[in-house]
């Protein structure tokens, strides 16, 4: 086939963006390479008639090439492009066109994997998470460039190494369900890290996000751009990179609400510890004064009432401390003695009695009261229980505390008559901060309760190596504690 004249070499040719020219070369190719399969199909099968029209199509693509080497200049574009439809000027060639073979069906700028074009373009990624960054306002205001790059650069040679690993069906099929392979233990990932960082730094959970949508749109623009278009392989590229980048996300907030929460629970150790001094001293006074027996009226009532409500307050500030204690780790500590629950109880009622003289209460005990326990422990566990009675029970109406003592272990019961708890607050009655309502609570005023009093009581009891349930119908409501005598073996 003859290719067609060409053009004058002193005529005018125009100038296109360097991108645009190649951009029109690129399908041309691709145009011409699939009809010249087709021209073997037909020529090799039954389709013999239609090689005639093929040709002509792909004379007409020789002949667009050409109107576009010869009619436009532009810059050699940075990608490489195939050979048959790489820019010659006019003097370099007088060879028909078709002499020069047109790249292959689907071809186009050399194909570069994705974990490869990571690790060569990481600056430009980064320069873009930067700028992304920046906008995350206020969090971001304070914060130089390594700041906000900080793990970036780690977790992209990580998701590259992960895209040039071989991967299996069962591989991939885990790791889209979040099952990826653990890191080691001993070291945090560079996603766990930057979560921590970002929490540190007062970066929203939302900011965070957003900072992983913009890298990946990043990514898979930037790519996409130089690479032009995609093939089956690069949709695998793309698959697995976001698998990566979600792999990455889940780490880093799983991390982020650690640290928060952590940080949560450390301020509440520092405050409650913080506030013990002042109260303390609040309580030593005003039980001093009343004490000394020289306070009339109205003052004596006033001291009395600031000596109840400082009570309640040192009361709540150690439920804070051993939720905290508990939270972070470290559980609530016992120290076991030889103790006598009767007494124990007798103890409590005594100084509950005291506080509430409207309320009786009612303590039976039978059987072997002696075990080892930790006497100050239990006694707030008592308290909280028993507390709990006379805060939700019905007015007028006795409290009774029923100690059992059995062979291997020792029985608290707490009883107050009043409304059943529905069933769907008891399942979850033990939780933090999940105080329980009732319409008929004999309570009235501040009830001193931060609703973690019978949390406190069961990891107390769990320190113990004991149990602690709840039953509660019409007749009232009871809370049983089974205690082993000793400490169990290790």
């Not at 007409?60 to 009619?71: F, P, Q, S, T």
């Not at 990514?219 to 990455?248: C, M, Y």
């Not at 990891?459 to 602690?468: D, E």
Request: proline share 7%.
């Amino acid at each position: 086939m003859t290719a067609p004249a060409r053009r004058a070499d002193d005529a005018p040719r125009h100038a296109l963006p360097p991108g645009l020219i190649h951009d029109l070369r690129t399908p041309l190719g691709q145009i011409i390479g699939y009809v010249e399969l087709l021209v073997e199909r037909a020529e090799d099968g039954e389709g013999k008639s239609l090689v005639p029209d093929l040709q002509k199509v792909k004379a007409a693509g020789y002949r667009m090439l050409r109107l576009i080497e010869d009619n436009f200049f532009g810059i050699r574009p940075a990608t490489p492009v195939p050979e048959a439809v790489e820019s010659r000027e006019p003097a370099e060639s007088t060879q028909p066109a078709e002499s020069t073979k047109p790249a292959a069906p689907g071809s186009g700028p050399a194909r570069v994997p994705l974990a490869r074009f990571i690790t060569d373009n990481t600056e430009s990624i980064l320069a873009e998470w930067e700028d992304f960054a920046r906008t995350c306002t206020p969090a971001s205001g304070g914060m130089d460039i390594v700041a906000l790059r900080d793990h970036a650069a780690e977790m992209l040679k990580v998701i590259a190494a992960d895209l040039g690993t071989e991967q299996g069906g069962d591989e991939q099929s885990e790791k889209s369900k979040g099952n990826a392979p653990a890191a080691e233990a001993s070291a945090a990932t560079a996603a766990e890290e930057h979560g921590a960082d970002r929490a540190g730094s007062g970066f929203t959970i939302e900011q965070m996000v957003s900072e992983y949508r913009a890298l990946r749109a990043s990514v898979i623009r930037l790519w996409t751009k130089a690479h032009g278009e995609l093939t089956p392989a690069d949709v695998d590229d793309l698959t697995r990179f976001n698998e990566a980048v979600d792999q990455s996300l889940a780490e880093s907030v799983s991390r982020y609400t650690e640290e928060l929460d952590n940080s949560k629970e450390m301020f509440l150790a520092i405050l409650g510890h913080d506030l013990r001094t002042p109260l303390g001293v609040v309580f030593t006074s005003a039980r001093f004064m009343l004490d000394t027996g020289e306070l009339a009226e109205p003052h004596l009532t006033l001291m009395g009432r600031i000596a109840s409500s400082s009570t309640r307050m040192v009361h709540m500030v150690g439920d804070l401390l051993d939720f905290t204690r508990s939270r972070l780790g470290g559980g609530i500590p016992i120290v076991r003695g030889d103790v006598s629950m009767g007494k124990v109880v007798h103890e409590v009622v005594d100084e509950l009695a005291a506080l509430h003289p409207e309320r009786p209460i009612e303590v039976h005990a039978r059987g072997e009261e002696r075990g080892e326990w930790d006497a100050a422990r239990i006694a707030q566990v008592l308290g909280n229980l028993v507390g709990n009675a006379l805060e939700h029970g019905s007015e007028g109406t006795p409290v009774t505390v029923t100690v059992g003592g059995g062979g291997e272990e020792i029985t608290v019961a707490v009883h107050n008559r009043g409304p059943a708890i529905p069933p769907e607050q008891l399942k979850g009655i033990f939780h933090p901060m999940k105080p329980r309502d009732s319409t008929a609570s004999a309570a009235s005023g501040p009830s001193g309760s931060l609703g973690l009093g019978l949390y406190i009581a069961e990891r107390i009891v769990h320190a113990h190596a004991g149990t602690i349930e709840v039953a509660s119908d019409e007749g009232g409501t009871t809370f049983t504690v089974h205690l082993p005598r000793t400490a169990p073996a290790d």
